[in-house]
């Protein structure tokens, strides 16, 4: 059977322009381990504790997000007072000792902040993680990788990105879409 060109170019083009509309997929960046305590107290405490992309400090400058929630290993807590709506119940936080695998799934309810950056605290310094464009609400990870010798976890922290979280970037398409593309458009 014999495709008439002009059928083939506009298939091509269709495809083309499909692959140069997808957006990019989203994933958590991590930031890297940092020494300390990511909330170390200080004036107003645990409420008064902000996360940007280059550490923790305590205090509010532009652009940084505020502390939600913080999760013992062994169950404890502490909740912000910047979030009314937040009781705990919307955290559920998991290590498997066996595997040394941590997991959280983070299930919000009306009015509750989105986390936008997390900090898993071990042994003399945290790592930090965040994700501006997407809301995180699950993770999974061997803590292997980010304290090599200690396993499990003091507690982990959640951030807010303080209602202004920065807008999603504008899909770029990729060379071969764009090469798909122009062949679509050659063939026409």
Do not use: W
């Not at 305590?37 to 200080?42: Q, R, S």
């Not at 652009?63 to 955290?91: C, H, L, V």
């Not at 900090?119 to 609400?137: E, V």
Request: hydrophobic fraction near 35%; aromatic fraction near 12%; charged fraction near 5%.
């Amino acid at each position: 059977m014999k495709i008439p060109s002009t059928t083939l170019a506009a298939s091509i083009l269709a495809a083309g322009l499909a692959f140069a509309a997808a957006p990019a997929t989203a994933a958590i960046i991590y930031a890297g381990n940092f020494s300390g305590n990511e909330c170390g107290g200080g004036a107003g405490g645990f409420s008064n504790c902000y996360a940007t992309t280059t550490g923790t400090q305590q205090g509010a400058t532009p652009g940084a997000s505020p502390a939600i929630y913080k999760r013992e290993s062994g169950g404890g807590q502490d909740i912000s007072s910047n979030f009314p709506t937040i009781n705990g119940s919307e955290f559920t936080v998991s290590l498997n000792n066996a595997t040394n695998v941590l997991s959280f799934n983070y299930t919000p309810g009306a009015g509750d902040p989105e986390i936008h950056y997390f900090a898993i605290k071990q042994a003399n310094g945290f790592a930090l993680f965040y994700d501006l464009t997407t809301a995180i609400t699950s993770f999974t990870a061997n803590l292997d990788t980010y304290f090599p010798g200690n396993p499990g976890f003091s507690h982990i922290t959640f951030f807010d990105t303080n209602g202004s979280t920065t807008p999603p970037p504008t899909p770029v398409p990729e060379p071969a879409s764009l090469a798909l593309f122009g062949a679509g458009l050659l063939g026409l």
